[in-house]
């Protein structure tokens, strides 16, 4: 053997083994020490974590309802209820006015006016100009005053109604020099999905000012609304879950920030938490005229049309999937060019398909009504037309919808 090596006894043996032993206790007691020190700092993290969490999230809740209840105080002085009064002869002559017999109310005498109808409205400059809903005062037979939050009334004077949007622009008059306070107007353009939605309103013409709070639910909706006997098509509004009743119309849809994004102007009754708001920049272009010309001046093209799809593009046999077709008339009752008009003077046809209004593609999103809202009466626009597979471009000067629409 190039080594020796010492012989193993039972003595170093046993001692070895007992050294082991103690060494694995020591190191398990070690180990348990060290595990009952981290579960209890990982407790108290834990439950740290969760009250801060708690409390984040109170305290998030109070901010956004502390931001509502100050958006309202802030906002109620500037909207108002308009009241809707005949004279009980007026109302009379109605009854009246049918060919049955049936049982006539008393409304007193008759010059004197009785409140058939309410709707709501909002204050929007220092001088008493005030927005509200087209159909809230469409009835020319009807006087109109408005009733502030303080309980004053005063008449009004109807400015202006737009001719193809569900608004229209009011003026506190006899108001002595008084300076009212408006609302702050804001860009419906940054409106977002599921931000907070603030509706101000004279619900069922009873309950003034009530407050109701939701999101936006939805963008860019297209609705056919009715009352009073009319249908009208509502384009780009803006959808929410906030209450909306008969009597909210024309009232304010406000952000957190106590900005005006919208106009109360409709409610589904097929369904629950549906309501429509028409967006505020919409009514921006109102205001801006009625302040520099004094009335709404919208531009008119003059043609019957329909808004090419997959769908359509069939029906009407044309080839693209997009455009304004100008259709053709079924009853050779109303033309589809309607004559003297600024598409007749542009020797506009039966169908024509106007794909594009400056560059800007009509299409279901950006339709003919929504990209005339960037236009005034007056103004020159190129069109170009696809006729009989050629496109064509088509230089046309708008006119003044109301010289057409009387």
Request: glycine share 8%; proline share 3%.
């Amino acid at each position: 053997m190039s080594i020796y090596e010492l012989p193993k006894t039972e003595e170093k043996e046993l001692n070895k083994k007992n050294f082991k032993n103690i060494w694995n206790i020591i190191f398990f007691v070690f180990i348990l020490l060290i595990s009952i020190f981290m579960g209890l700092n990982i407790g108290s993290v834990l439950i740290a974590d969760s009250e801060e969490n708690k409390n984040t999230s109170e305290n998030v809740c109070l901010t956004e309802e502390s931001m509502v209840i100050s958006t309202t105080e802030e906002s109620m002085p500037s909207v108002v209820s308009v009241i809707i009064e005949k004279t009980a002869g007026a109302i009379y002559e109605e009854y009246n006015s049918n060919d049955f017999l049936q049982i006539i109310p008393y409304y007193g005498e008759e010059d004197s006016l009785e409140q058939v109808g309410a709707g709501t409205g909002f204050i929007v400059s220092e001088d008493g100009l005030i927005i509200t809903n087209k159909h809230v005062v469409e009835d020319e037979n009807a006087v109109y005053s408005i009733l502030t939050d303080d309980g004053k009334k005063y008449e009004v004077d109807i400015l202006s109604k737009n001719p193809v949007q569900d608004i229209a622009i009011l003026k506190i008059k006899n108001a002595s020099g008084e300076v009212f306070k408006p609302l702050t107007l804001g860009d419906s353009s940054t409106i977002k999905l599921g931000q907070t939605a603030i509706a101000i309103g004279n619900v069922l013409g009873e309950f003034q000012n009530t407050v109701s709070v939701g999101v936006i639910s939805g963008l860019e909706r297209d609705v056919v609304a009715q009352g009073n006997g009319k249908v009208e098509k509502l384009e780009d509004i803006i959808q929410t879950d906030a209450a909306i009743n008969q009597g909210n119309s024309g009232g304010p849809l406000l952000n957190l920030k106590g900005e005006v994004i919208g106009i109360n102007t409709a409610v589904s009754l097929s369904g629950e938490s549906i309501g429509f708001a028409i967006p505020i920049n919409v009514a921006k272009r109102d205001l801006n005229q009625i302040i520099s010309e004094g009335k709404i001046a919208y531009p008119f093209l003059g043609i019957r049309y329909v808004i090419i799809n997959d769908d359509y593009k069939d029906e009407y046999e044309v080839t693209e999937n997009y455009g304004a077709f100008i259709i053709f008339s079924e009853d050779n009752e109303e033309s589809s060019v309607i004559p003297d008009s600024p598409a007749d003077k542009a020797n506009l046809k039966e169908g024509d398909l106007i794909l594009e209004v400056n560059s800007k593609k009509v299409d279901e999103k950006n339709t003919l009504t929504k990209i005339m809202l960037n236009y005034f009466p007056n103004d020159e626009v190129v069109l170009k037309v696809l006729r009989d597979g050629e496109e064509i471009l088509v230089p046309v000067t708008l006119g003044n919808w109301d010289d057409y629409n009387e």
